[in-house]
């Protein structure tokens, strides 16, 4: 799937310096990752794209210079949800604690920005009494019903310039602005709905870029994600945007980046906008690393197809789907994907075709090998193993 850069230079859309240089291609990439598909025909005949990944020597983003917004358009098909887990519930719950406190959100308005089905608002309205809204074009109340909570209401609806007067007293979005070619544009129109005052905030959260160069989290590169933050490119684009870092941070064992703002320009900042010194090499070493990494997942693949051992991944998410994809892995050596999610089960991967199964459904196909897409997740996942008493090898990818 890998193909050849381009030697043209890029804008960044972050902090709209140019001198961006392509470091990475990749062709026939599927569109959406998180679609589910109901016939294993639909699923691979995906539509697909081509990723043209340039780094920005300004403030450290890297951004799909290939990107094509009007090939992007989100709907209830779409399911991305992890909170089958119960290590990631922890680290939401823990998250919805942290916001509260540190922000005093006791009976305030609050917007999350791209909020499914509302999980982690009905956690904040519980927690500080809050009045909360969820703003998200791909939420279906025909397909899920809306939130039966008193201070919960979610909306079918993008969030922006629109909703000026609309007050918002803190701001929440999670793990959508890597989705957002214009990113700056996107902020920038948040700021404005804010209520404003010392203490009136914001939480972003998104992939972290230097988790994924520095421990090859190769399987995350998806064309969804048009935009890949790193801790000085994330603080640039808030400043630039009017808001006051507060502090710049990864989360998640590393897996994650996240920011607190304020609108607040004249306060204390305790975020950093230096970048991280090792980012020329390790862009410049990542083709070279992606190419071993993914010759060596070829050759066990090879290996297991002459040994006649089969394998399953655990993990139907973007990690799984691209895992697949990138192999173009062999149906007699891997034919289903486990997933907690029972909204997943039953359908297919987007781009091979490899049916979505539940946990359970390990007892009847007796893998040899089960391939973890996360490895903060393996414990929990060996513990399941263990109660439906498969005993396959488990192998972090």
Known sequence: MTSQTSSSTHSCPGCGKDGASEFFAADRVPVFCNVLWDSRDAAIETDRASMALAHCPNCDLIFNAAFDPAKMTYSAQYENSLDGSPRFREYRGQLAERLVKDFDLREKRIVEIGCGRGDFLRLLADIGNNECFGFDPSFDPDVDPPPS???????????????????????????????????????????GTIK?????????????????????????????????FTPPALDALFRRAGFSPIRVESVYDGQFLSIDATTDVGGESKASSN???????????????????????????????????????????????????????????????????????????????????????????????????????????????????????????
């Not at 918002?168 to 959508?176: I, K, L, S, T």
């Not at 404003?196 to 994600?225: C, M, Q």
């Not at 691209?322 to 062999?330: I, K, Q, S």
């Open 149 to 191: 909570h008193p201070n919960v209401v979610i909306r079918s609806e993008d969030y922006g310039p629109k909703h000026r007067g609309f007050d918002a007293e803190f701001v929440c979005c999670r793990h959508v602005l890597e989705h957002i070619s214009e990113p700056f544009g996107f902020v920038r129109s948040v700021h």
């Open 196 to 228: 404003g005052g010392s203490r009136t905030a914001v939480y972003f959260e998104v992939p972290n870029a230097l988790y994924t160069l520095k421990h090859l989290g190769i399987w995350d590169l998806i064309y969804e994600h048009c935009l890949y």
């Open 275 to 397: 970048g991280d010194g090792d980012m020329g090499r390790l862009v410049g070493d990542f083709k070279s690393a992606y190419e071993t990494k993914v010759a060596h997942w070829k050759q066990q693949f090879d290996e297991w197809s002459k040994a006649g051992a089969r394998a399953v991944i655990w993990g139907a998410g973007s990690k799984g789907v691209t895992f697949l994809n990138v192999m173009d892995a062999p149906f007699e050596v891997i034919a289903h994907a486990v997933d907690v999610n029972p909204r997943k089960q039953g359908r297919f991967v987007t781009g091979t075709g490899q049916q979505i199964v539940s946990p359970e459904a390990l007892t009847e196909i007796k893998p040899d090998k089960v391939l973890i897409m996360n490895a903060i997740y393996k414990t929990e996942i060996e513990s399941q193993l263990a109660e439906l008493d498969v005993a396959a090898e488990v192998l972090v990818v």
